[in-house]
Every structure is written in structure tokens, then in C-alpha cells.
């Protein structure tokens, strides 16, 4: 009796895949290929060329802000740097840290509202240090706000004025970070001292607009634009849909056992896949938004996790969800590894994170294209994930 085995083929460009010579077309590492439960395969060339992304992608950055910062470089100004705690992980920009390793600076948490109320203070604290530790900042101090908590405000603003040792200051961050908001809370208690006035116009040899608040007589606090966000899933929605990720409703965990081969929707917007570790089981607790919709899905008859979830978008099925992504050609996959056996975080940038215990794990995580993830040391500890 003869055998019969199905010839697979490379899902985006068609080829046929083979595991025995990397530098023929349709090359796959046979790990991959014998994998009965991981239909879903690219060769390795469109993996690594069209859809895999190795480095997650920075935000754009404007020529002249780096202008801006290289002025602040020679001034050896104090750098209040404002995050917003929901997703800031992929949003840093090499350029700008590496313009500023030199200079104070002041890390400032914004938006604690958005994560889970039993999260303490410290242990934010201590998070976000070791964030900008990651990507090669040393912060003099970490400051912790929701943007309109007057108190929090009042500190920051007093540790401000003891750490710029009378020279200038500037504020900076991405866009939607509360930047702005915080810079407000320093003007509500503002006392003018000195002889100059709070201007906005034009950053020196630059078409950046910036608020100038004089400190006193000889320096001043730079009010900057934002950093940009295209990296980030906020890029998709206009000014009328994007007050759904900007509310103050805090982030919601719902735990969710993901077997080997099945993936969960989060609502039209991703998909996360889990394809296996040392456990066959996984328990991952998910945070995102409270209007995120969840759907489980597992691979059958003949069709993958991603061909059964752009037929729940065709549908409508789902919510809510993004009018521009209805297909794997408006997604990038990112494919994760975990080898720690510690609790870990994988996000999507402006969107949410899974959390879960590291046990040799892959994943793929499929996102609106140009869209960042991040997998970083867990934001918000729970010991009885297993």
C-alpha cells in the first residue's frame, strides 16, 4: 500500500518547501516542516523578507528634534521623559537615547489608571527603571502620576526644579503620553519670577513648536512636540474611533488556557497563536481594553488559525475592528521564543499584552502591519499563573 503525504507550500508565495538545502527556494528548517500542527508556514525567505520581523519598528523621528536634543546635549539640560504606562515598551527611539545617555533624567510614569489598581507603586517604579535600563537610560528617579492627580503633579514638579540645578528643561515623549497634561499641572502652580514670559514659537534653527516657561532669569522648561506613533496600533484610528484606547477605563485581565495549535482573536484588530512548549497546556492572563471582544479559534478542516480569523473579519463577526484589515496581506507576524522560566509579558504597542509563565513557548503574534510588539519581564506580577 503506497503512502500519501500532502506537498506543502510556502502560504505567501506559493513555492513548494523543502528542509535540505537553505540556499534553494522554499527552504524551511525541518523542525518546522515536521511540525504536523503548524499548517500555516512561510518559506524562510518570505518569512524573514515580507512578513517576520526580527527588530520590532521604531516610531519616525523628525531630523529636527534631534536638532532640538542635540542643543540640550551641549547644555547638559535636565530631560523629564513622560511614558504612558499602558504601552510604552516599543516606543522608544535609539536615536533619541542615544543622543541623551549623558543627560539627567527624570522618568516620569504616566497614567496609572490604565493598569490594574492592585499593581503597587513600587513595583511600577521599579518596572520602568528597568525599562529604560533596557534600552541604555539610567533615569535619577521615577515619578508615578494619572496626569490629573494634583498631588503627583505638585512632586514631579518640585523634583524637577531640585534635579535642573538651574539649567534648562525638557519635556519629552511620544504623542498621547500626557505630556501636555502634565506640563498644564506645572502652569496651574507657575509663579513667574523671572522677567521673561512664557512664549510658543519655533525651536531655535527648527520648525518645531515649543512652549518656553521661564524658571528664572537665565533657563527655561521646553514644552516639545510629541514623538511620533506610527509604530503603534493608535496610528490606525482617527480623532472619532481613537477615545476608545485613550479612555481612563483601566485595562481588564481575563485568563485564557490556549492549547497547542489554537490561537485566540483579539477583536478585529490581532490574533495571538500559540504553537507549543514544554507544556502542551498554556494559562496566559490577557489585558486589554474592556470593549475587546475574544474569540478562541483551533486550526480544521484543512484550514489555518489565520484563514478561519480573516473569515471572522469578512463576517463582521468580531469587535470592534479595524476597516483596513481584512486579510494576512494587511498583517505582519512576529514569531516569539521564551526560554525563561519566569513570568513573562508579550504586548502589542497601544493595544494590550498577554502575561504568562516561560516554559520554552513559541508564539506568533499577527498585527496590523508596521504595528510593534514587545516581550519585556512581566508589568504586573501574579505568582499563581502556572
Known sequence: MADIAQVRKCYNCGVLLQSEDPNKEGYVRKE???NAAQNFIFCDRCFENE?????PNEPRLDDDFLTMLTDAKAKDALIVYVVNLF???ASFIEQINNLIKGNKILAVANKRDLLPMDVSEEEIKEYVAHRFRAVGLKAVDVMVTTGFDDEANRKIINAIQTLREGKDTYVIGQRYCGKTTLVNAFLRVF???SKGMIITQNYRDTNLRVMAIPLDDHSYMFDTPGTGY????????????????????AVEKKTIRLSKGSAVCLGGYAMVEYLGGESGVLTADFYFRPQIQYRKIVAKHGKTNIDIFCEILAKGAISPRLKN????????????????ARQRDIGILGFGWISFIGHQQVFRFYVPSNVSIYNTRAKVLDRKLK
Do not use: C, G, M, P
Open 32 to 34: 518546522i516542516l515536521e
Open 51 to 55: 512578513k517576520y520581523h526580527a527588530r
Open 87 to 89: 504601552s510604552f515598551e
Open 191 to 193: 509663579t513667574n519670577l
Open 230 to 249: 506610527d509604530n503603534s496600533l493608535l496610528s490606525y484610528f482617527d480623532d472619532n474611533t481613537i477615545d476608545l484606547f485613550l479612555s481612563s477605563k
Open 325 to 340: 484589515v481584512s486579510s494576512i496581506k494587511d498583517l505582519d507576524v512576529y514569531e516569539v521564543h521564551v526560554e525563561e
